[in-house]
């Protein structure tokens, strides 16, 4: 799922002065509605080295783009917190619950589920 990425000064500036906050146990996220998807991930130098903060901002990108294609347009800032240990399934854990806490899921129609139905029984599975 592609998605595009805050770059810009100003865009931060915007989304954090006026955006919503949800926290969650291992992470906070500051969003807006927007014509499209965009995310950023702020990871300052007080979470380690590089390499941790690297590997954190990875993990967070793969588990928003896990959970992308079912996302309102809006624009996201993903900021976790300081911990000992960062995993994959505990920002992929929290991220589902705060997309369903603040109402950011798209519903399904009807129409997408017996799609899907159909290609499923399609295939024999």
Same mark, same amino acid.
């Given at each position: 799922?592609?998605?595009?990425?805050?770059?810009?000064?100003?865009?931060?500036?915007?989304?954090?002065?006026?955006?919503?906050?949800?926290?969650?146990?291992?992470?906070?996220?500051?969003?807006?509605?927007?014509?499209?998807?965009?995310?950023?991930?702020?990871?300052?130098?007080?979470?380690?080295?590089?390499?941790?903060?690297?590997?954190?901002?990875?993990?967070?990108?793969?588990?928003?783009? +896990?959970?992308?294609?079912?996302?309102?347009?809006?624009?996201?800032?993903?900021?976790?917190?300081?911990?000992?240990?960062?995993?994959?399934?505990?920002?992929?854990? +929290?991220?589902?619950?705060?997309?369903?806490?603040?109402?950011?899921?798209?519903?399904?129609?009807?129409? +997408?589920?017996?799609?899907?139905?159909?290609?499923?029984?399609?295939?024999?599975?």
């Amino acid at each position: 799922m592609k998605y595009l990425r805050i770059k810009k000064k100003k865009e931060f500036s915007r989304l954090l002065k006026n955006g919503k906050r949800a926290h969650a146990d291992h992470l906070t996220i500051v969003y807006l509605p927007d014509k499209e998807r965009k995310m950023a991930v702020c990871v300052g130098k007080k979470y380690g080295k590089s390499v941790v903060r690297n590997r954190i901002k990875r993990l967070l990108r793969e588990a928003y783009r +896990d959970r992308a294609e079912k996302l309102k347009p809006c624009a996201m800032l993903i900021i976790p917190r300081a911990a000992e240990e960062y995993s994959f399934h505990a920002f992929a854990k +929290d991220l589902t619950r705060l997309f369903r806490k603040e109402k950011l899921v798209e519903n399904r129609t009807e129409e +997408d589920i017996s799609a899907k139905l159909q290609i499923s029984t399609k295939d024999g599975v």
